[in-house]
């Protein structure tokens, strides 16, 4: 029998909290979606950090989470939609783009990152 968590989740945008119970074999973000949670995503598979939240407590395993960078993840961030519980959690949304904009927002104004990656040049 896997052990099962409780994550807390507070969510930065519509101001509410939730409560929810998620095995330890089980993304947190498709557990969430299963209790009837609906949170930020869109791409499921630890790419596009629209799923990102900060940890406040606990801890999360997320070997896939690609799109979060090693530096990130040392400031306590996940990416819900490939991430398992360890622990109760405690975890908040991030404003949007957040993390998007600490891990790229940078190189952008440095002009470093031109490939494969959304330009938006006006
Ligand atoms: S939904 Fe894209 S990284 Fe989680």
New binding site residues.
């Given amino acids: 029998m896997s052990q099962t968590y409780k994550i807390r989740v507070r969510d930065r945008n519509t101001g509410k909290e939730y409560t929810l119970q998620v095995p330890e074999d089980r993304y947190i ?1 498709h557990s969430a979606e299963q209790q009837g949670t609906e949170l930020p ?12 939240v900060r940890v406040l407590s606990g801890e999360i395993y997320q070997p896939e ?1 690609i ?1 979060l960078s090693p530096e990130l993840r040392r400031k306590g961030y996940a ?4 991430s398992y519980p360890r622990s109760d959690i405690e975890v908040e949304t991030q404003d949007e783009d957040e993390v998007y904009e600490l891990q790229f927002g940078r190189f952008f104004a440095r002009g470093k990152v031109r490939a494969g990656l959304p330009l938006d040049e006006d």
Avoid at 41 to 52: L, M, P, V
């Fill in positions: 973000l995503f869109s791409c499921r598979n630890g790419a596009c950090t629209t799923c990102a989470a799109g990416l819900l939609c490939v």
